[in-house]
């Protein structure tokens, strides 16, 4: 999935920091998760903790961070991924007109074209499907966000936008005429009880301790709630009410790192209440905050910092230009617990 500020590129240097200076451990957490490619990558070492406010992400985490496997659908009694690939358009045309939220919101259908009309119908006529099995007790829990987690993967390899969901395009992308196909993920069981959550990360952290603590803030004023709303609508799947022409939900929980008056007591509250042993922090040099403020933070509650900085070149959209002075920030510290 094409994330803002993933850091899939960057999980060599991660691991790096960590091996020189970081003796043992054995839990990582992973409070700002996104597309939980970070906490998948360590789940093999350490016993994983992952966390995002955002409830797209959130059911990711839930599917390949708390399960070891892929489930078995026991009760459903037949695999739901070949199933829903199988759908023919004769059995998408039976979902009634009052369940086609994704056709009537975010389809031409609707006036927008985030999704081509077989697409949106594929997407509500497997969300209505997982709704019912889970309310019919055919699937439980762990199969319930699994699937949709696997839905919302599959999602953005038909989506008809330049990299975010914050516009969509006025002319078919190639990508967005192909047909939604689900695709199993890997998961990689690593014998241990993992932990997935929907908080607030300066919530969280005042719960929870460890020995390893990776933050990966917003950095910039794009706010996540807006930029991938779609899928968080998919993923929660409430029906709400969108405004504007782009869809955007109502009264989504906006993040205070994405906020120039608010980012640095976020980030200070968050180091401070941390009770983990060794504090890693990815940022990057157009962030919000200065690398003296995060450096000076980090010294007040820890010790042994560094500071490493790594050449990075950003997902390039079709209107940005690559500025080849960026870097990307890897900080460390130690702190007593």
Same mark, same amino acid.
Request: hydrophobic letters at 35%.
């Given at each position: 999935?094409?994330?803002?500020?993933?850091?899939?590129?960057?999980?060599?240097?991660?691991?790096?920091?960590?091996?020189?200076?970081?003796?043992?451990?054995?839990?990582?957490?992973?409070?700002?998760?996104?597309?939980?490619?970070?906490?998948?990558?360590?789940?093999?070492?350490?016993?994983?903790?992952?966390?995002?406010?955002?409830?797209?992400?959130?059911?990711?985490?839930?599917?390949?961070?708390?399960?070891?496997?892929?489930?078995?659908?026991?009760?459903?009694?037949?695999?739901?991924?070949?199933?829903?690939?199988?759908?023919?358009?004769?059995?998408?045309?039976?979902?009634?007109?009052?369940?086609?939220?994704?056709?009537?919101?975010?389809?031409?259908?609707?006036?927008?074209?985030?999704?081509?009309?077989?697409?949106?119908?594929?997407?509500?006529?497997?969300?209505?499907?997982?709704?019912?099995?889970?309310?019919?007790?055919?699937?439980?829990?762990?199969?319930?966000?699994?699937?949709?987690?696997?839905?919302?993967?599959?999602?953005?390899?038909?989506?008809?936008?330049?990299?975010?969901?914050?516009? @969509?395009?006025? #002319?078919?992308?190639?990508? =967005?005429?192909? %047909?939604?196909? *689900? $695709? !199993?993920?890997?998961?990689?069981?690593?014998?241990?009880?993992?932990?997935?959550?929907?908080?607030?990360?300066?919530?969280?952290?005042?719960?929870?301790?460890?020995?390893?603590?990776?933050?990966?803030?917003?950095?910039?004023?794009?706010?996540?709630?807006?930029?991938?709303?779609?899928?968080?609508?998919?993923?929660?799947?409430?029906?709400?009410?969108?405004?504007?022409?782009?869809?955007?939900?109502?009264?989504?929980?906006?993040?205070?790192?994405?906020?120039?008056?608010?980012?640095?007591?976020?980030?200070?509250?968050?180091?401070?209440?941390?009770?983990?042993?060794?504090?890693?922090?990815?940022?990057?040099?157009?962030?919000?905050?200065?690398?003296?403020?995060?450096?000076?933070?980090?010294?007040?509650?820890?010790?042994?910092?560094?500071?490493?900085?790594?050449? @990075?070149?950003? #997902?390039?959209?079709?209107? =940005?230009?690559? %500025?080849?002075? *960026? $870097? !990307?920030?890897?900080?460390?510290?130690?702190?007593?617990?």
């Amino acid at each position: 999935m094409r994330y803002i500020g993933s850091k899939k590129l960057l999980l060599g240097d991660i691991e790096r920091v960590i091996d020189e200076n970081i003796k043992s451990a054995g839990s990582f957490c992973d409070i700002f998760s996104g597309t939980v490619c970070v906490g998948s990558y360590f789940k093999n070492k350490y016993k994983i903790i992952t966390n995002d406010l955002m409830y797209f992400s959130y059911c990711i985490q839930k599917a390949v961070i708390e399960n070891n496997s892929c489930p078995k659908f026991v009760k459903l009694g037949f695999n739901p991924i070949e199933y829903f690939n199988g759908l023919t358009p004769v059995k998408l045309n039976d979902l009634p007109e009052e369940q086609r939220f994704c056709v009537n919101n975010f389809s031409p259908v609707g006036g927008r074209m985030y999704l081509s009309e077989k697409n949106a119908l594929k997407t509500d006529y497997i969300r209505n499907t997982v709704e019912n099995w889970k309310s019919e007790c055919l699937i439980n829990n762990s199969e319930y966000y699994y699937l949709i987690a696997v839905l919302i993967e599959a999602i953005p390899f038909v989506s008809n936008i330049s990299g975010t969901y914050g516009a @969509y395009n006025k #002319f078919w992308d190639k990508r =967005s005429l192909k %047909d939604l196909t *689900l $695709k !199993e993920p890997e998961i990689s069981d690593n014998g241990k009880e993992n932990k997935a959550f929907n908080l607030d990360g300066n919530e969280l952290i005042k719960q929870i301790n460890g020995d390893i603590l990776y933050i990966d803030p917003p950095y910039n004023k794009r706010q996540y709630s807006s930029n991938y709303h779609l899928l968080e609508t998919v993923a929660k799947y409430d029906f709400p009410t969108l405004k504007g022409v782009t869809g955007l939900r109502s009264n989504d929980a906006k993040s205070d790192y994405c906020k120039k008056n608010s980012v640095l007591n976020s980030f200070e509250d968050l180091i401070k209440n941390a009770k983990f042993k060794h504090i890693i922090m990815s940022y990057s040099t157009e962030g919000l905050m200065g690398v003296n403020d995060i450096e000076k933070v980090m010294c007040k509650y820890g010790t042994g910092y560094k500071l490493y900085e790594i050449d @990075y070149r950003r #997902f390039k959209s079709r209107e =940005s230009k690559i %500025d080849s002075n *960026l $870097k !990307e920030l890897i900080f460390y510290v130690r702190k007593e617990v």
